[in-house]
């Protein structure tokens, strides 16, 4: 039972253009999302993350998309450079607060060509 | 502030054989989690501490697995009679529950057992 899903494994995009990368959730008491970076051999890096109050964050060149209608969220990474390959996870939790452990995608692998 | 650190990163051991992992949270972090990841999955949790109190554990950390924080400070995983089903990347977060759900993880100890 996948409660966070991302359906894409992997991702090529040329550099100083946009990388899309999405994820949707079917759990519906999730309430906090994260996105992590990852390099091999290495945890992942928290990257960004959004409220479920709220539709959008931004940090930088990293924009996070939350559309809870769709139990669907995404981040774009603009412009993408090539020190951004890595493995991304969409994670979640539910119970703001109380519980706080994480739900994890597979990930997608991004590429950056330069 | 330091960072999430673990060790040792890396362990081979013999199948049925004892092994124990180590995590030194951030300072000031009171929320302490571990997280198994295999390869091609994201992670998945294990289970998490708020000081030195056990508050769940997953259905995935069987008889053989036990975690603890003794003072509320640094935990331990230990794995005994280790099957080969057990290599993984264990990997520790830790998180301030008073500043919000993002959990900062550790670089992860890679076991494999032989």
């Known amino acids: 039972d996948q409660q966070v899903k991302q359906n894409s494994p992997s991702l090529s995009v040329q550099e100083g253009r946009i990388s899309i990368l999405n994820c949707d959730y079917t759990?519906?008491?999730?309430?906090?999302f994260l996105w992590y970076k990852k390099y091999p051999a290495e945890g992942p890096t928290f990257l960004i993350s959004?409220?479920?109050?709220?539709d959008k964050n931004e940090d930088g060149r990293f924009t996070v998309f939350l559309n809870k209608s769709a139990k669907h969220l995404s981040l774009h990474i603009v412009p993408s450079q090539p020190g951004d390959s890595a493995v991304y996870f969409c994670a979640a939790s539910a119970y703001s607060g109380a519980n706080s452990k994480l739900t994890f995608g597979k990930g997608i692998t991004l590429s950056v060509r330069p | 502030d330091t960072g999430v650190s673990q060790d040792p990163r890396h362990k081979i051991t013999k199948r049925g054989q004892n092994v124990t992992f180590r995590c030194d949270p951030i300072?000031?972090?009171?929320?302490l989690y571990w997280y198994r990841q295999t390869l091609g999955q994201g992670p998945e949790f294990l289970t998490y501490?708020?000081?030195?109190?056990?508050?769940?554990k997953s259905r995935l950390l069987s008889d053989r697995f036990s975690a603890e924080r003794p003072k509320g400070s640094f935990s331990t995983l230990e794995i005994q009679r280790t099957e080969q089903g057990d290599s993984a990347m264990y990997l520790c977060?830790?998180?301030?529950?008073?500043?919000?759900?993002?959990?900062?993880f550790g670089p992860g100890t890679r076991l494999l057992v032989l």
């Open positions: 959004i409220s479920s109050i709220k």
């Open positions: 300072s000031e972090h009171n929320r």
């Open positions: 759990n519906s008491m999730f309430d906090y």
């Open positions: 501490f708020q000081n030195e109190a056990q508050l769940e």
């Open positions: 977060a830790s998180s301030l529950v008073e500043r919000g759900e993002t959990q900062y």
